[in-house]
């Protein structure tokens, strides 16, 4: 496949960083997709005219960043997480028995409409930044137990307006791709406590004034750039957080 453009270097970072940056908006604009190979590092060294100890320090801030790996004998490959398996990684909900179990989604509403100051802060819209939010519950055993407000830059995701939410499914991040080309690379958590309001009362079916977890989770792509900012609130009384340790 013909590499993409990228955009103009920084040429005030390294080198290696530079390079980086290229190899990563390759990787973003499906140059080389999941599971795929990258040039050699005496290619990628020949195409860039620049020393093999360059191409591998940039590689290896690739891999520190988890978007290539590396494989004995074989080469360097695309990593892209599997968000289809590893959606709560970082919270899990458990059923009744201990086992893990992947929710129920299902969207309330969807709709472009101006972001509030924190999404546009997140996702780093300008004042006139037009944006999507979904609504969205989660549903274990036919109970709601968490609920999502989640937001988008308009102009990556406007077929998540129009397309069937049958087409989208529960899990949102393979939809972004299916759908709009966008691919999530990876995302950051913040978990606090706070207090039901009458909103999360009605999705949720608890008390007005209960305790509640918090998620925040803003997701980049393989550009660096962030294409979503979620809100996920759930019932503090039968959350359980758990996360393995390696």
Request: with cysteine; glycine share 6%; net charge neutral.
């Amino acid at each position: 496949m013909t590499a993409t453009s990228a955009p103009q270097p920084d040429l005030r970072l390294p080198l290696y960083q530079r390079l980086r940056d290229e190899i990563a908006f390759q990787i973003a604009s499906n140059v080389w997709r999941s599971g795929e190979p990258i040039p050699t590092e005496a290619e990628l060294a020949a195409t860039h005219r620049v020393a093999i100890g360059t191409v591998r320090k940039a590689i290896d801030v690739l891999v520190a960043d988890g978007l290539v790996e590396r494989q004995q004998g074989r080469g360097t490959f695309v990593r892209r997480p599997r968000f289809d398996r590893s959606l709560f990684r970082f919270f899990r909900h458990l059923g009744p028995d201990g086992t893990q179990a992947v929710p129920e989604g299902r969207i309330l509403s969807r709709e472009a409409r101006p972001a509030p100051a924190a999404a546009r802060e997140a996702l780093g819209l300008d004042a006139r930044g037009a944006a999507i939010r979904l609504i969205r519950t989660r549903h274990l055993q036919g109970r709601p137990i968490l609920s999502e407000a989640i937001w988008l830059p308009a102009a990556r995701f406007a077929p998540i307006l129009t397309a069937p939410l049958t087409e989208i499914g529960d899990l949102l991040y393979p939809a972004y791709e299916r759908l709009c080309g966008e691919i999530v690379a990876r995302a950051e958590e913040t978990l606090t406590v706070g207090i039901a309001d009458a909103t999360d009362a009605e999705r949720l079916e608890i008390a007005d004034g209960d305790p509640v977890v918090v998620i925040e989770r803003l997701a980049f792509g393989f550009d660096a750039r962030p294409i979503e900012w979620r809100v996920t609130r759930g019932a503090a009384k039968d959350f359980r957080y758990h996360v393995d340790i390696r």
